[in-house]
């Protein structure tokens, strides 16, 4: 569908799913307890946080073999468009080439290894990638097109000398990657299991993008994903920002595979129980999140959407990728500005100065031995089937 067609809906459109946890929302609304809370509370080692050991065999056993989403295709709009950055380690290059189709390569000439293009994050507009040591000259989709003094290579194959190319597809608007080059193949779908027909019931492959922001914030990257796993701290947390629009009504959330859907009830919630299934609405009775493991969080606010990445630097650092995107593009001035304070509201205030602002605190306080163990509340389940999928990939025991 082109750009131009593309509308937003009245109402969030929902599957079968997201009805039947919409359902489960309104239901225990007035409970103080809910049926999925744990039996009991669990307790958490701080090495989790910390340990470089830990985080070495996530990255080689987690962060290389799963299916990574690397941001919204939309950003990439025009053919020609380049954006490097590096990612665990590797210097990636994602590419639009002229036909419209988007690359993930590695950012690494196949002459002498240099970096092809250094500026990280800054979008460009190229014709090809030329190599700035010796000016190997590389297509966008990565075959290699010309070599200075060709001469001098006799045995140089063509063919098989263009940049290597990692396993990537877009799907639902996102471009998603395997960030290993030994890797042959991509299954988005079958990673996703059921959070992929609700990405395509909420047709987020038809909006727009917005605005990205990339930080470097010293947290480990698992704290970021348990703060939005659960919505104990809203209250106390987010008061000064985001609280006053949500209840104090327990979320309804359920395990997706690895993945793990969440809904938590706006200030709206109790319009909803007047009308028929048809006209409830995931972005103004409720806030939906999807949790995608490992590293990626979709939070549908009631008129734009955000994504966030958390890449590991280090045990004690990420790089934190946050994406706007909205269902229909910015071209006024009052729709550039409206759009504008969203986001520094949302990117800003809620989480640079609160999420990430805590979960670099916690960083602080986790490696410092004050706590043998963390503790995770019965109603903080999620964070602990979370972590218990962590260890599982990587072979862990507490």
């Known amino acids: 569908m082109s750009h131009e067609s593309r509308r937003s809906n009245p109402v969030s459109p929902m599957n079968a799913e997201l009805t039947a946890l919409f359902e489960r929302l309104l239901r225990e609304s007035g409970s103080v307890e809910s049926t999925e809370w744990d039996a009991t509370d669990s307790r958490l080692g701080p090495a989790a946080y910390h340990d470089p050991a830990i985080l070495e065999l996530e990255k080689l056993k987690i962060f290389r073999r799963l299916p990574l989403c690397l941001g919204y295709a939309d950003q990439l709009r025009e053919p020609g468009s380049v954006l490097a950055r590096d990612l665990l380690g590797l210097p990636l290059l994602i590419t639009r080439d002229r036909s419209g189709e988007v690359h993930v390569l590695l950012n690494v000439c196949r002459h002498r290894g240099a ?139 359920e395990a997706v595979g690895l993945h793990t859907r969440i809904l938590v009830g706006r200030d709206r919630l109790a319009d909803a129980e007047h009308l028929p299934p048809s006209q409830w609405d995931l972005r103004r009775h409720a806030t939906l999140t999807h949790v995608i493991f490992p590293n990626s969080l979709l939070i549908y606010h009631p008129d734009s959407t955000s994504h966030m990445g958390m890449f590991p630097i280090g045990p004690n650092e990420i790089i934190f990728v946050h994406t706007m995107f909205i269902p229909e593009d910015a071209k006024t001035e009052k729709q550039i500005a409206h759009w504008e304070r969203n986001f520094a509201m949302i990117d800003g205030g809620v989480f640079s100065a609160e999420d990430l602002f805590i979960s670099e605190q916690i960083q602080i306080g986790v490696a410092c031995g004050a706590n043998d163990t963390l503790v995770f509340g019965r109603q903080e389940h999620n964070l602990r089937r979370f972590h218990e999928n962590v260890r599982a990939m990587i072979g862990g025991s507490e």
């Open 115 to 253: 970096r092809m293009v250094k500026d990280e994050n800054e979008l460009c507009r190229l014709n090809s990638l030329s190599c700035p040591y010796h000016a190997w000259t590389y297509e966008l989709n990565g075959a290699l097109r010309g070599v200075p003094t060709p001469i001098a290579f006799p045995r140089l194959d063509k063919g098989t000398s263009g940049l290597r190319k990692l396993p990537s597809v877009v799907r639902h608007g996102f471009i998603w990657a395997i960030l290993d080059p030994d890797q042959t193949g991509i299954d988005v779908a079958g990673f996703l299991g059921g959070i992929d027909d609700d990405l395509a019931t909420l047709g987020l492959g038809e909006h727009y993008f917005f605005r990205q922001r990339v930080q470097r914030r010293a947290t480990n990257w698992k704290l970021m994903l348990d703060a939005f796993q659960e919505t104990y701290h809203i209250k106390k947390l987010h008061a000064q920002t985001i609280a006053p629009f949500f209840t104090e009504v327990n979320p309804a959330s």
